[in-house]
């Protein structure tokens, strides 16, 4: 459900139904997993093509300028499976995987542009360095416009720190918000959880960055 309004305490994607997966076994997921792809490598690296397909997925039905970004699967797992491999042959992880916003923006792009869009990608980058790294305020700013705009947002985990959610190196796709405690809703792996982005901004030794994408 989403709460508008300044004294908010949670903030969510407008339609979350949009990223609901009918399995083949009848079970619902939210969102798609790495491990339904079919090759082994995939499966190893595909968290992040996994995310895009998730965000691409969602605002190519939330926003009728990003329509022709993929047909409209409705819920369909072969679908949505069908739109991860082709996500996945633009964001192709190499050694080290997708590790920087750049990889997944680019990757994104070229997909976009191969299907006539030009989706504006908003990016805040999570240094090495605690020193260096945006407030929680300005993170916490930063999603809640993505949600605001009905977009979903890539987080990039590269380090955990303190919390057992997301894994190491690793992308997971933010659906919510709350505002009062600064927890995330993410999806990974079909299943939703909440994650602490204070807690991890505090205390990831490697960072990561968000990104969304706006018509």
């Known amino acids: 459900m989403l709460?508008?309004?300044?004294?908010?305490?949670?903030?969510?994607?407008?339609?979350?139904?949009?990223?609901?997966?009918t399995c083949p076994d009848?079970?619902?997921a939210m969102g798609g997993s790495q491990k339904w792809y079919p090759e082994r490598w995939e499966?190893?690296?595909?968290?992040?093509?996994?995310?895009?397909?998730?965000?691409?997925?969602?605002?190519?039905?939330a926003h009728p300028d990003l329509r022709c970004l993929c047909d409209d699967g409705?819920?369909?797992?072969?679908?949505?499976?069908?739109?991860?491999?082709?996500?996945?042959?633009?964001i192709k992880p190499?050694?080290?995987?997708?590790?920087?916003?750049t990889l997944f923006v680019d990757g994104v792009k070229r997909y976009a542009s191969a299907r006539n869009a030009d989706p504006v990608p908003h990016v805040l980058e999570i240094p090495f360095k605690r020193k260096k790294r945006p407030k929680i305020g300005a993170v916490s700013d930063f999603i809640i416009g993505a949600m605001k705009l009905d977009s979903p947002v890539a987080f990039l985990c590269l380090s955990?720190?303190?919390?057992?959610?997301?894994?190491?190196?690793?992308?997971?796709?933010?659906t919510?918000?709350?505002?009062?405690?600064?927890?995330a809703s993410i999806i990974d792996y079909g299943s939703e959880h909440k994650v602490k982005i204070v807690e991890w901004?505090?205390?990831?030794?490697?960072?990561?960055?968000f990104v969304y994408f706006t018509a």
């Open 3 to 21: 709460v508008s309004g300044l004294n908010a305490m949670e903030i969510n994607l407008f339609h979350p139904e949009y990223l609901e997966i």
């Open 26 to 28: 009848g079970k619902a």
């Open 43 to 61: 499966k190893a690296a595909g968290c992040g093509p996994t995310a895009a397909s998730n965000l691409i997925w969602y605002i190519a039905r």
């Open 74 to 90: 409705s819920g369909d797992y072969t679908r949505f499976l069908e739109l991860m491999r082709e996500v996945f042959s633009y």
């Open 94 to 101: 190499g050694i080290g995987g997708v590790n920087t916003s």
């Open 160 to 174: 955990s720190g303190k919390l057992k959610t997301p894994e190491n190196w690793h992308w997971v796709t933010i």
């Open 176 to 183: 919510g918000y709350d505002t009062n405690s600064a927890n």
């Open 201 to 209: 901004l505090g205390s990831s030794l490697l960072g990561g960055c």
